[in-house]
Structures are given as C-alpha cells and as structure tokens.
C-alpha cells in the first residue's frame, strides 16, 4: 500500500531522491535503493520518458539517459494520450518499467558523473576533441586518452559504460567533485566576466 504519493520513488530512491508529499523517510535513506531495489512502474510526460529510455546515437539520449540507465534498466510500456485525462493536457503521457538492476555500472562517484555530464552535455552536438579541451586543461590530463574513449565522437554517441569510465577517471584526479561543484566553463566564463569588468574599470580611468 503507498504511504504517500510518491512512495515508489522513495522506497528505491532513484533519481530524483526526495519525496515531494513529505514523509520524511527519505532523509533517512543513506544512498540509492537503501529500501531495497523495488522495480518501478512510473508515468511521466513523453518527452520526459523519450529521454530517459533513450539509446546513445539518437537525439534524445542525455544527462537523464545516463543517470537513469547506469543503475537501472528502462523500458517504455505505453503511452497514454492526453485526452484520456480530465481536463485533457496538451501532452502525452508515457508510462516507463524502471528495474534496478542487480550489477550497475562500475562506478565510484555519482555525483561526478553528474558533473561531467553537465560539463560535456552542453556541448552534444560538438566533438569530444574540441568539447573536452577545457577538462583536459584542468585536469592537466588526457583524459579522453586514459578512459580510452575515440575522440571523434560526441558527447550523446558515448555509452553509459564510457561515461563511468571518464567519471571515475575526474573523481580519481579531484575526489571533491560534486554536484554543486561549479562546471570548469562556469568557471572559465565568470573569469572572463571579471576580467572585461577590470578592463571596462581602467579604461575609464
């Protein structure tokens, strides 16, 4: 019987890991699946389930594809149309079997998957060559070379075995790294920011 309204999530603390209704247990919840891996059965907007079943090559593989799928195996069951609710959304609904698995993919640090996804994500569409300069230079690493991943790819054309591999390689190089740990071209931005302000500063003097 669901104690709340989001109790599936809560019990296997798949992304997201917070309870929205407030029960409080998630708080309590050391990591992921720390009440067991219960398969879920969940709806969500299609474009939302589009992105999360998604396959490395297409348009709709991402951050969520990777994060979802590195501990969980995701399959679309149906799709539900809108105006099968009342009142009638604009969108369609998909509902998405999400089974834990057994054997994730190795990896030490979720939270710096996280942050080198939303460092090289911003960039899909460019090759990783150009995309992981900015990582290779604050790392002062190869990392492309050590993870053994080809160059010419692109970001959304890597496997979730690849990114656990490059994550594991960042976390090994700085342990800190974290979710809120600023992106290495957040922080190469605010640099420049700074540096036309001092500028714009001495010119008027």
Request: charged share 20%; aromatic share 6%; net charge positive.
């Amino acid at each position: 019987m669901l104690r709340c309204k989001w109790w599936a999530i809560c019990r296997s603390t798949w992304p997201p890991t917070c309870c929205s209704s407030g029960c409080g247990r998630c708080r309590h919840v050391p990591a992921r699946f720390g009440f067991g891996r219960v398969p879920l059965t969940l709806m969500f907007q299609s474009e939302v389930a589009n992105r999360i079943v998604a396959v490395p090559g297409t348009r709709t593989y991402g951050r969520l594809s990777v994060m979802t799928q590195q501990s969980c195996d995701a399959q679309a069951v149906t799709t539900v149309l809108g105006k099968q609710f009342v009142p009638p959304p604009a969108v369609d609904a998909t509902v998405v079997s999400i089974t834990p698995r057994i054997q994730a993919t190795p990896l030490q640090s979720l939270d710096a998957l996280e942050w080198l996804l939303r460092e090289l994500f911003s960039l899909r569409r460019k090759m990783l060559r150009s995309v992981a300069v900015p990582l290779e230079q604050h790392f002062n690493k190869p990392l492309l070379s050590l993870a053994e991943i080809n160059p010419a790819l692109r970001p959304q054309e890597l496997t979730v075995s690849e990114w656990c591999r490059l994550a594991d390689i960042c976390h090994e190089l700085e342990p800190t790294l974290a979710v809120s740990t600023p992106t290495v071209r957040t922080n190469a931005a605010e640099r420049k920011r700074v540096h036309r302000k001092k500028q714009s500063e001495k010119d008027r003097r």
